[in-house]
């Protein structure tokens, strides 16, 4: 107890807490913003922590980093772009929230739930640390594997009413991803011949395109035929959701935490992947599946939840193995190496006080998070109030800047006029779009793990059903697959049944 009151004074010393709070607000202002990410904001700060003081330094970063992840479901929720990748999963029910008026109470929970979903991460991490570390780097390739055709196979979910047409979508969004250079053998898929397309579709730019251009698209549509109807916007102050909203989602709210977490520990895997299963549990277990994809807040409150539990999640391979899971981790793991900590068991013997450090500034980062985000609302709401065409214009500038600052590539910017018109074209004819956004999240991931797990087994297939995991995974996977076919068939044969009475009906008697 005395390591913890005195790792507490140092970590909310003034200069502490000036740089955990400066993080913060750094990270939610680029995690708002399409296209500059917390990873951007991390790389930005990396040189101004070499002058600070250990804890100082770790707490910018800290921040930056937890600042970030919460920062992406404002421009998710408001504008319906994910300012990361990890809050893409919010768009779905967050943006309709905000057309219907409840754009404070929608950003307000989303507060809420990051915080709860940080903070108890940050609980499992310190009290299973080295139980959690031992059983994610037991997760090879194979394991990760079954568990990503798992995640995959909430596109049946995503679906919406045609299964086939979920599948054609999710396999349109894998496509899009080995456009480019093969990472594993170096040669080219889906170039044509042309060099710019050997650096491949970037994830994030492929968001951009698929959440921003059609929106983008729709408004000027809809302004040129003069349909100028006035947003719908709720008064522009904080709304947090009330004691009974709270309760009604707290089991929820915590299997989305521990879910999250696991997904965080295993190095790979990250918060758009635990978005999406989030959102996929909470649509499976709702009394009433229809109301997701409308303006449903458990749309909001899982995500959210799950992909500020992987922060927690992610500092668990990173303190106790040296891992990092993701390029945020992997900046993270590069402050604490060159303020002399070096992660790995020995870690929490010789350090045992930056620990301690380091946890306390977790939880003042979530504490800034929240106060940031509440102060903020009632001006974020306010964009609302600008009419749509107008809107679209800046949204059109920002993204395109957004694009262009991934990798300082043209490329990237024709592909978000692309890929907008053709994610336009298919979501006119009637081709889910979440389907997509689950493709291109997990399909490299998905690449990348079976063949690695293929060349550790020299092209032996048993490896994918060789452990407990794999086969608990894929059982579901094709458990989840096979219910929601039979229920297409079955509905598909009510129907032509119901057709047939109805023209025998018609028919009159002999």
Known sequence: ?????????????????????????????FGAIPGLTFTVAMALVVPVSF????????????G?????????????????????????????????????????????????????????????????????????????????????IFGLSTICGLAQRSLIKGLIAGVLGVLVTTIGIDDMEGVERMTFGTVVMQQGVNLLVAMIALF????????????????????????????????????????????????????GAIPGAGGPIAGFLAYAHARRWSRDPARFGKGEMAGVVAPETANNAVTGGAMIPLLSLGIPGDPATAILLSGLLIHGLIPGPMLFVQNPGEIYEIYVAIVVAYVAVVAIQLLGIRFFVRLLRVPAHLLA??????????????????????????????????????????????????GPAIEREFRTAMIMSDGDL?????????????????????????????????????????????????
């Open 1 to 29: 107890m005395d390591l913890f009151f005195s790792a507490a004074q140092v970590a909310l010393a003034p200069a502490s807490l000036i740089a955990i709070v400066l993080g913060t607000l750094l990270g939610v202002i």
């Open 51 to 62: 002058t600070l003081d250990t804890i100082p330094a770790i707490g910018l970063l800290l």
């Open 64 to 148: 930056t980093y937890i600042g970030g992840m919460t920062g992406g479901s404002v421009s998710a929720i408001l504008v319906g772009i994910p300012g990361t990748p990890s809050a893409a999963a919010t768009v779905l029910d967050g943006h309709p929230l905000a057309r219907k008026g409840k754009a404070s109470l929608a950003l307000g929970t989303a507060v809420v739930a990051s915080a709860f979903g940080g903070i108890l991460s940050l609980v499992i991490m310190v009290v299973s640390v080295d139980l959690v570390a031992q059983l994610a780097i037991r997760f090879g390739p194979a394991e990760t594997f079954a568990l990503l």
């Open 212 to 263: 921003a251009v059609p929106h983008v698209i729709d408004a000027f549509l809809r302004h040129h035929a003069e349909e100028r109807a006035a947003p719908v916007v709720d008064a522009a102050r904080a709304e947090l959701p009330g004691i009974g909203d709270l309760l009604r989602h707290f089991w929820l709210m915590l299997r989305c935490a521990f879910l999250g977490t696991g997904i």
């Open 393 to 442: 214009m800046g949204i059109l500038v920002m993204c395109a800047y957004g694009a262009f600052s991934v990798r300082n590539s043209v490329f990237d910017v024709i592909s978000v006029a692309v890929l907008g018109g053709l994610s336009y074209g298919i979501a006119r004819a009637g081709i889910p779009l979440p389907p997509v956004i689950l493709g291109l999240v997990l």
């Open 462 to 510: 048993s490896i994918l059903v060789a452990t407990i995991p794999c086969v608990l995974f894929l059982g579901l996977a094709a458990m989840i697959f096979g219910a929601r076919m039979f229920g297409a068939a079955r509905a598909t044969l009510f129907t032509l049944r119901t057709e047939e009475k109805t023209r025998a009906s018609a028919t009159p008697s002999e």
